[in-house]
């Protein structure tokens, strides 16, 4: 069975400050990685994705996220915060017949100015 | 707009009634896919079809949900009978085939009183 844990339930950082938001994932083969931002009320915006190749991927609004097969994770990041990244984020696996994601419990970022 | 939507974005219903949900997903994606989200949770997956086919129910959380897609477009997601514990955000996605990312409507919120 997949799984994914978001360590972090509330992270606070300063305007301009940098981020990075963890995930672990458990799935027995290569995972299709995700993160996802929901603003208030709001449905989920896809940020990026790994499906294979480079471990670096790159997404929207300047955030990346690395994928570290040995460690099983794959953190977000971002090197200056915006006062509008304020948001919950979700990192979620999808099983390779893609017909579900699983998704962690979410860490709500707040910026401080 | 071309995103995925849902209809309606609130819904308010008294314990026992019936509710219907609909979601329009992005005009060329065969996969259409329902989540459930309760308060500081992540997305739960529910059910998901291909085409007009639904390929995987097991997941509905009991008999009183039942979602249909007749014609390969929009979907329908019925609840009967509600419970005060059904008071979520229902969320809906679409994606193009099995190896590609899910984008996520709005959402509908439902309250249970």
């Known amino acids: 069975a997949q799984s994914v844990t978001q360590p972090d339930i509330h992270i606070t950082v300063s305007e301009g400050a940098s981020l990075e938001l963890r995930c672990n994932y458990s799935y027995g083969a290569t995972p299709y990685l995700f993160w996802y931002v929901q603003s208030p009320g709001q449905g989920l915006q896809l940020l990026l994705k790994y499906f294979s190749g480079d471990t670096l991927v790159q997404g929207i609004k300047g955030f990346e996220a690395e994928f570290k097969r040995s460690q099983s994770s794959f953190n977000l990041r971002k090197p200056s915060v915006h006062w509008s990244d304020a948001a919950e984020y979700f990192c979620?696996?999808?099983?390779?017949?893609?017909?579900?994601?699983?998704f962690g419990g979410g860490t709500r970022l707040m910026v401080k100015p | 707009d071309t995103g995925v939507s849902q209809d309606p974005r609130h819904k308010i219903t008294k314990r026992g009634q019936n509710v219907t949900f609909r979601c329009d997903p992005i005009?060329?994606?065969?996969?259409l896919y329902w989540y459930r989200q309760t308060l500081g949770q992540g997305p739960e997956f529910l059910t998901y079809f291909q085409n007009e086919a639904q390929l995987e129910k097991s997941r509905l959380l009991s008999d009183r949900f039942s979602a249909e897609r007749p014609k390969g477009s929009f979907s329908t997601l019925e609840i009967q009978r509600t419970e005060q514990g059904d008071s979520a955000m229902y969320l809906c996605a679409s994606s193009l085939n099995r190896v590609n990312e899910q984008y996520f409507g709005p959402g509908t919120r439902l309250t249970v009183t």
């Open positions: 979620a696996v999808g099983n390779n017949a893609g017909n579900m994601l699983t």
């Open positions: 005009s060329e994606h065969n996969r």
